[in-house]
């Protein structure tokens, strides 16, 4: 509350960050002129919380959940964040992958009240001005898409602002980053999506897509104008076309304080879940062998982290690629290929070309990363290969929603007869295999990217680098418990990430400062100082 000047009457009610609702006492309804707005009866954010989930749990759909959702965080955002913090497991689902998906391409229709900010090709020259219309002077994490892949989805156009909503919704919830801190940007340059531009409830820049140079440039305006406007805030860049996606990145990472969440949020959790698999295959990091299915900004991402991780342990450059076969649409990622993409190149071995079984069978990898978007290509034969070659291998099954995923975790225990170390991208239940119930972890870039941001903004860093996402990944991979890896789980169960996203921004803070990006002093004791301001969504 004290953030704000009270308000007074109706607008105490209307304001989500202000509101309490029925918990709004005797004597705040007296001095905020709430008598007679209210029924008698003062409640509490227990009962409310009550209240919620049962409204919640009647809703019949999951995107009518997410409707239910998204109109109490407009309503009243502490207790928003209070039921997502307080059932996690049950919400985040709801409220991201895998719902998010389906309502990123219902967006147009279910769309209630703008949340974010809008930038178009018309608004070109203007969009610094324009940022000034953005009522909130603390800006700190800002989250922006084009909406050109969203999830496994594709071109949503417009309708993809409902991935930067719930990144920021995520940051909130899983590492206490203050709401008013936030900004949702969607970069509308137009959707190739015919079904969209047919639409007549569609919202967004109803042309063909800015491409090339034009394109650039409105992002460089986007970015400076950001620079100007608010110098210290985190730009988190997602759902961009792979080519895009790493045009920006390369053109912006050492430039400015931003990162992309597709290539180095995936890659840090991904990381996290290697460093895990290894305490339980028993097999030194150093050591690993790395299959990946999918060549593209995921698994090339996930990549570049392990070669930075294996030069961590002592390996050479030459030596830590050596350790990474990839395979995409194509076939293996070799030397002779003549279609490879740029971010390709340094992982094209001088072999011959395998297909992908026979490649398993002789390159050995202890670990199979999928991320491909195309579902069951982790076939029987494949997870079998895995384990003629392992006793426990490490399977990732990273495409999303879950209908995209490479195999199910059912599939990958059954296969396997229960030795297979699962991981997905979106969530899997528990299966019972064989009378032991086997918990599939969500290698889900929640447990990295929020607790990055926090210790980003604790330390004042300047850059985010490569080492951040590396000590990220270390610190994940430290919070997994034996208890864990024997369900067969490779990540710590959700219900623990605001202690995970403390942990990783203290991590995050003495990694700027050790590498001098940090701008403010480092405190005494520093998880205290930055636990000190994390948001709690209470009254
Ligand atoms: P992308 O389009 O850049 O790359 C896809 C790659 O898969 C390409 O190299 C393509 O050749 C290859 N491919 C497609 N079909 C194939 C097939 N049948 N066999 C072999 N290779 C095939 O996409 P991306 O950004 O890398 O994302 C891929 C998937 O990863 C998406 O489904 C996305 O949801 C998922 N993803 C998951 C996480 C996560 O779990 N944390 C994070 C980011 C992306």
Redesign the pocket.
């Known amino acids: 509350m004290a953030d704000f000047k009270p308000l007074k009457g109706y607008r105490a009610l209307y304001h989500p960050a202000f509101n309490k609702s029925t918990a709004f006492t005797r004597e705040e309804r007296e001095e905020y002129g709430l008598k007679g707005l209210l029924p008698y009866k003062v409640g509490n954010q227990e009962n409310q919380l009550e209240r919620v989930l049962e409204n919640l749990r009647r809703k019949a759909s999951d995107i009518e959940k997410f409707i239910f959702l998204a109109s109490l965080h407009e309503r009243n955002e502490r207790l928003f964040y209070r039921t997502v913090c307080q059932n996690i497991e049950e919400i985040m689902p709801l409220i991201y992958t895998p719902t998010v998906g389906q309502a990123c391409k219902e967006f147009a229709h279910i769309f209630r009240r703008p949340k974010g900010f809008y930038i178009t090709p018309e608004d070109k020259g203007q969009i610094r001005e324009m940022l000034d219309n953005w009522p909130r002077p603390d800006t700190r994490v800002i989250v922006i898409t084009d909406g050109q892949?969203i999830?496994?989805l594709g071109d949503l156009g417009a309708n993809g602002m409902g991935i930067p909503i719930g990144k920021l919704q995520l940051y909130v919830a899983c590492a206490g980053i203050v709401p008013r801190q936030c900004l949702p940007v969607m970069l509308d340059v137009g959707t190739n999506n015919e079904e969209l531009l047919n639409d007549p409830l569609y919202l967004g820049y109803p042309h063909k897509r800015l491409e090339g140079e034009a394109y650039y440039e409105l992002v460089d305006e986007f970015v400076q104008a950001v620079q100007d406007k608010y110098p210290k805030a985190l730009i988190q860049f997602e759902d961009f076309l792979?080519p895009n996606?790493y045009g920006l990145l390369s053109k912006y990472k050492d430039e400015i304080l931003c990162f992309n969440d597709?290539i180095q949020?995936?890659a840090s959790?991904?990381l996290a879940g290697v460093y895990a698999a290894t305490r339980g295959m028993n097999v030194p990091f150093k050591d690993l062998r790395i299959m990946f299915?999918?060549?593209?900004?995921?698994?090339?991402g996930i990549g570049d982290l392990m070669v930075t991780a294996f030069e961590a342990e002592g390996l050479t450059n030459e030596e830590a690629r050596q350790r990474l076969n990839f395979?995409?649409?194509?076939g293996l990622l070799v030397k002779s290929r003549t279609d490879l993409m740029s971010h390709n190149l340094p992982y094209a071995h001088d072999r011959e070309q395998l297909e992908?079984v026979d490649a398993i069978r002789e390159i050995k990898p202890h670990i199979l990363i999928g991320?491909?978007?195309?579902p069951g290509?982790f076939s029987q034969d494949v997870v079998e290969a895995m384990c003629a070659v392992n006793d426990r291998p490490a399977i990732f099954a990273?495409?999303?929603?879950t209908s995209?995923a490479e195999c199910t975790a059912e599939q990958a225990y059954r296969w396997s007869h229960g030795q297979a170390f699962f991981s997905?991208?979106?969530p899997f239940k528990p299966v019972d295999y064989a009378g032991k119930i086997m918990r599939p972890g969500q290698?889900?870039?929640a447990y990295i990217f929020p607790g990055v941001g926090l210790g980003v903004i604790a330390s004042g860093a300047t850059r985010i680098t490569d080492d951040m996402f590396l000590v990220a990944a270390k610190t994940l991979a430290e919070m997994v418990s034996d208890e864990d890896l024997a369900a067969g789980a490779l990540y710590p169960a959700l219900t623990d990430i605001r202690s995970v996203s403390l942990a990783i921004a203290v991590k995050v803070a003495e990694e700027a400062h050790r590498s001098g990006h940090a701008t403010e002093d480092m405190p005494d004791d520093l998880e205290a100082a930055i636990s000190a301001t994390m948001y709690k969504p209470v009254y």
Do not use: E, K, Q
């Open positions: 892949r999830l496994g792979t996606a597709d949020g995936t959790v991904s299915l999918g060549a593209g900004s995921a698994a090339t395979v995409d649409i194509n992908f991320a491909t978007g195309a290509t990273l495409s999303n929603p995209r997905s991208g979106s290698g889900n870039n």
